[in-house]
């Protein structure tokens, strides 16, 4: 496979001691050289899980507004506070982990996201949870940057990042596909010793974040950037205005789309995101380096990974209420369902590894879109009183897509970056999947007011744009 400019730039081995290693990225001293089986076994667990606290409220959402009184006006709240606090910070921790130490930030992050999931669990309002489930997509975003950098410095290109951004990639879709089925089997109990068994889902979680935590010292070495940068808060600040606005538009909406409110806050949210780009340009270590944008492969994995949130996770982080809604089916009945999508998912992106030497990542990402659409028009007329047999298909079709998406989003977001800035394309590619999917999820719920299939189209459509905006973006030079 020809060497990616990111990959030619990588000179120094990764491996190599001393300040050698550091400019390159490399170990910090006295951490010891990488593993790469236990580098990838503890990110890749973590990640799972931090993906299953991530999907777990589509599950207990019904359960969860029952007992909070939660106005469906506020429901997609959520479901969006952590892709929320996801977006806004996952910049900020690949630089934090670039700078401070990848293996640092990533424990940190596990430990928070533990204590976090756990106060979700102890919730008592809508506002407490939400504000519960911003700290975790701020632990999420931690955990999710620095572990591609510890990949990216303990698998240094080749065959051997190929298959272990692949089996990151599964991971991701295994979290997926565990945390609704987790929090659909637990809430099926009813209570249990007086405490709601939704809530029980929560806890779960929280124990799995700080076992995993407990064995990241032993197996984890430091590596960071040569230089250190301070954190860039301003723009991270303009970057979270931005996004609270834009979701507050899309969740009003729902209300109607053409009150002042609506117009004046979507306003509010162009006007910040320009100030988050100037910013950019501005200051002297920025939270992304908008130089990077030059970079077709980089151009290419940060269209695919925010279409990716908004056509793929948008629709299906609704879909179970779709169901349970419009089909009548029992949340475990949903669950079931949405892991034969997100199971596919895994074992497509766990084998896709075969398919590098035939197909670049820009363009698997491509196929990905093209056959998640597909699945998704081929649900048409299911979601409403449909059996299960006939909605069987299009899950499996939009798996297979899906599969294909985040096995190529990982590989494309190191690969398309110079090694010594891996936890900042990571961090910049899944800033654009969290504020994709938080705007979908968004408007998802706002468009099934209308009806079930007013959403499916909608994330129909946005498939077909992100597979033309991909393509564009990889062959367009600037």
């Not at 550091?22 to 910090?28: F, K, L, V």
């Not at 909070?68 to 900020?92: C, H, K, R, Y």
């Not at 309002?125 to 999710?144: C, E, P, Y």
Request: charged letters at 10%; proline letters at 5%.
């Amino acid at each position: 496979m020809p060497k990616t400019p990111a990959q030619a730039s990588a000179r120094t081995p990764a491996h190599r001691p001393s300040s050698s290693a550091r400019s390159s990225g490399g170990p910090a001293r006295g951490r010891g050289a990488p593993r790469p089986g236990a580098t990838l076994a503890v990110t890749s667990a973590a990640t799972a899980l931090t993906l299953m606290n991530y999907t777990a409220p589509m599950l207990t959402l019904p359960a969860m507004t029952a007992a909070f009184g939660t106005p469906a006006a506020a429901q997609a709240w959520l479901l969006n506070g952590t892709p929320l606090g996801l977006a806004v910070l996952l910049l900020v921790a690949g630089s934090l982990a670039d700078a401070h130490g990848r293996r640092r930030v990533f424990l940190l992050g596990t430990l928070a996201l533990g204590g976090t999931t756990a106060l979700g669990a102890l919730a008592g309002s809508t506002l407490t949870f939400t504000l519960a489930r911003v700290a975790q997509g701020a632990a999420s975003a931690a955990v999710l940057a620095a572990s591609l950098g510890l990949i990216a410095q303990a698998h240094p290109g080749g065959a051997a990042r190929i298959r272990a951004t692949g089996v990151w990639g599964a991971f991701v879709s295994a979290g997926i596909a565990l945390g609704p089925l987790l929090a659909g089997g637990l809430s099926g109990l009813g209570e249990v010793g007086g405490l709601a068994a939704w809530r029980l889902a929560y806890g779960v979680l929280a124990a799995g974040l700080l076992v995993v935590a407990a064995f990241g010292p032993r197996a984890l070495a430091e590596s960071r950037a040569p230089h250190r940068t301070r954190a860039d808060l301003t723009g991270a600040l303009a970057l979270g205005l931005a996004l609270a606005a834009a979701l507050t538009a899309l969740t009003l909406g729902r209300d109607g789309w053409l009150r002042p409110r609506v117009g004046l806050l979507l306003l509010a949210a162009v006007a910040l995101t320009a100030l988050f780009v100037r910013v950019e340009r501005r200051v002297r270590a920025p939270m992304i380096d908008l130089a990077l944008l030059r970079r077709p492969a980089f151009r290419a994995a940060t269209a695919g990974a925010l279409f990716t949130g908004l056509a793929v996770i948008g629709f299906f982080s609704v879909l179970p209420a779709l169901l349970q809604h419009g089909a009548g089916m029992a949340p475990l009945t949903t669950a079931w369902l949405f892991l034969v999508w997100s199971g596919t998912a895994f074992v497509v992106a766990l084998q896709v590894r075969r398919l590098a030497g035939r197909i670049s990542a820009p363009y698997q990402l491509v196929l990905g879109f093209l056959l998640s659409t597909a699945g998704v028009l081929a649900l048409y007329g299911s979601l409403e009183g449909g059996s299960v047999p006939r909605l069987l298909p299009g899950l499996l079709v939009a798996g297979v897509g899906s599969g294909l998406l985040n096995a190529a989003l990982p590989r494309l977001a190191v690969d398309s970056v110079p090694q010594e800035r891996a936890a900042m394309g990571s961090g910049a590619n899944n800033t654009a999947r969290y504020i994709g999917s938080s705007a979908g999820v968004a408007l998802a719920l706002a468009l099934s007011t209308a009806g079930p299939y007013a959403a499916l189209f909608a994330s129909a459509a946005l498939g077909l744009l992100g597979a033309v905006v991909t393509s564009l973006a990889q062959t367009t030079r600037r």
